[in-house]
C-alpha cells in the first residue's frame, strides 16, 4: 500500500469522525467525545506515518481531553 494512500485515508477518516463529533458536541450529544477520539486516533496513526511529532503530540493530548470530557458528563 502506498505510504501518501494510507496518509489520506488516515487524515479524511479523522476529519469525518470528527466533522461528526463536533456537530454531535453541538447538539448536546455524548458521542461527539468519542467520535473525536476516534479522529485524533486516526491522526495519531497518521503522524506516525509521516514522522510528525507535533501532530503526534497534540492528537494524544486531545485524546486526554476527550476522556476527561466523556468522564465528567457521566458525571452529570
Sequence with gaps: MEIQYLTNLCGWTGNIFFAYGVYA????????FY????????????SIIMD?????????????????????WRKQ
Design 52 to 72: 510528525n511529532r507535533s501532530l503526534f503530540w497534540l492528537s494524544i493530548i486531545l485524546i486526554i481531553l476527550n476522556i476527561k470530557g466523556i468522564i465528567e
Design 25 to 32: 458536541l453541538g447538539n448536546k450529544k455524548i458521542i461527539g
Design 35 to 46: 467520535c473525536n477520539s476516534i479522529a485524533n486516533l486516526m491522526y495519531v496513526f497518521q
